[in-house]
């Protein structure tokens, strides 16, 4: 009778050591995947605080339309959320585009305001040209974006 109560008393300790390792184990794995969801949380707050910023700001879309038969209107249009300071806007300079001057200024544009060149086009070879806008914002000081027109 006494053998079975060392044996049980063994089998006891056993199982208690082997419960502890197990909750050892357990908490170092964890340890590590709380530090890894921490650096996953961080990730994601700072990403969602940057797409905030990025909905905020002035951001600019140019779109040709047509006017008279050689001649159409380059649309720029401030589609963000945020006023654009010192607007710049280059035109590429390519042989089939008649106009006076290639670069414009204008001192503000409002949001979801837009402003309008005129464009004289003349028969060529090209079938699109940029368009470089560069301005300011209150959430960077030199912002820029250059999209590429289709002349079809």
Not at 57 to 73: G, H, P, Q, V
Not at 85 to 100: A, G, H
Request: proline fraction near 1%; hydrophobic fraction near 35%; aromatic fraction near 8%.
């Amino acid at each position: 009778m006494e053998n079975i109560n060392i044996i049980l008393s063994i089998l006891s300790f056993l199982i208690l050591a082997a419960t502890l390792c197990l909750a050892i184990f357990t908490f170092i794995n964890n340890k590590d995947a709380l530090k890894l969801q921490k650096e996953v949380n961080k990730y994601n707050i700072e990403n969602e605080q940057n797409k905030r910023i990025e909905e905020r700001k002035a951001k600019f879309e140019c779109i040709l339309e047509s006017y008279t038969r050689d001649a159409k209107k380059l649309r720029i249009t401030n589609v963000g959320h945020s006023e654009a300071r010192n607007v710049k806007v280059e035109i590429e300079e390519i042989p089939e585009i008649n106009i006076s001057n290639f670069s414009y200024e204008y001192p503000l544009i409002n949001s979801n305001n837009s402003e309008t060149i005129t464009i004289n086009f003349i028969m060529g070879n090209s079938k699109c040209f940029s368009v470089k806008t560069t301005w300011e914002d209150d959430f960077k000081k030199l912002n820029e974006t250059t999209q590429t027109i289709q002349l079809d």
